[in-house]
């Protein structure tokens, strides 16, 4: 499918992706229909000129494509609810931060109901949420994961990034599920997770006047969705867990360290970290 032919396009959440995708979208010409639980939220859209109608279950029919941008059980209670009112052959992708539990369903419903289902996770983002915050840009020059049902069917990926092509995706990274969920829970949950835990410290009330760069980098990402995160991380929580298993397990060595006063292990640990950093990153 060219990118020319993706004239119509249903967004089903209106939050801070659905909605940054349904501006892209309607700045690249398309006709943009949307539907969310919150009604006002449609209204709103269509106020702001980047709804043109709402996505009722009829009209998935005309869409050409459609991105469920909603937490992953509600993804799938959608796709399975409307499995039969999909376009036929028509592309339906997800967007959320997990993929086995989501491609693991959709996957077989599509194959059932003659439509095409694919995993995506952009990755972008804000640390704010909803609708307001969106942007046509949000997703200018970012990577974009494809978690496709098949791997050696090139056709469907080249249809997946022209069907993309108004948000302006930088780059692409096919990937399994399970690799996905893997990785995820390292570069992003677990990132939640520290910074989260780490503003609980009884000393961060007294922060003012003594943080600075460390301080706002650790945590950027402590103010979240908290349901959001919650149903992603126990969704993903033999992943999580295991990562976090093992940060316990690298600060526990640290702390003993200092427990028995060896400097020079603690220099060793620290110089350590700082080589791998720059091994991974360089």
Same mark, same amino acid.
């Given at each position: 499918?060219?990118?020319?032919? /993706?004239?119509?396009?249903?967004? /089903? ?13 309607? !700045? ?7 539907? #969310? ?21 009829? +009209? ?39 993929? *086995? ?56 990926? #080249? *249809? /997946?990034?022209?069907?993309? !092509? ?7 990274? +096919? ?64 992943? +999580?867990? *295991? ?28 110089? !350590?970290?700082?080589? *791998?950093?720059? !091994? +991974?990153?360089?």
């Amino acid at each position: 499918m060219a990118a020319a032919k /993706v004239k119509t396009v249903g967004v /089903v959440g209106l939050g801070l992706i659905g909605a940054s995708f349904a501006r892209a979208y309607k !700045e690249a010409g398309c006709k943009v229909l949307a539907y #969310d639980k919150d009604s006002s939220v449609i209204l709103m859209g269509k106020l702001g000129g980047f709804v043109d109608d709402e996505l009722k279950p009829e +009209l998935l029919a005309k869409c050409d494509l459609v991105l469920i941008c909603i937490y992953p059980q509600g993804t799938i209670d959608y796709v399975k609810k409307n499995a039969d009112k999909f376009k036929k052959g028509g592309l339906v992708m997800d967007t959320g931060g997990i993929k *086995r539990v989501v491609c693991d369903a959709c996957f077989k419903v599509a194959a059932k109901n003659d439509f095409v289902f694919v995993g995506t996770h952009p990755m972008a983002g804000t640390k704010y949420s909803g609708l307001k915050h969106s942007k046509a840009s949000m997703f200018k020059g970012a990577p974009l994961v494809i978690v496709p049902p098949v791997f050696d069917d090139m056709k469907l990926i #080249d *249809r /997946v990034k022209a069907a993309v !092509e108004p948000a302006g995706f930088g780059s692409f990274c +096919l990937s399994h599920a399970d690799k996905h969920d893997e990785m995820i829970a390292f570069t992003s949950q677990m990132a939640h997770v520290v910074s989260n835990a780490y503003v609980k410290s009884p000393t961060a009330n007294d922060h003012h006047g003594f943080s600075a760069g460390s301080y706002k980098d650790l945590t950027r990402v402590a103010w979240l969705n908290a349901g959001m995160w919650a149903e992603l991380f126990m969704e993903n929580k033999d992943n +999580l867990i *295991r990562e976090i298993d093992s940060m316990i397990g690298e600060l526990g060595k640290y702390k003993a360290a200092m427990e028995k006063g060896d400097q020079e292990k603690l220099q060793a640990l620290l110089q !350590e970290g700082s080589d *791998r950093k720059a !091994e +991974l990153d360089g």
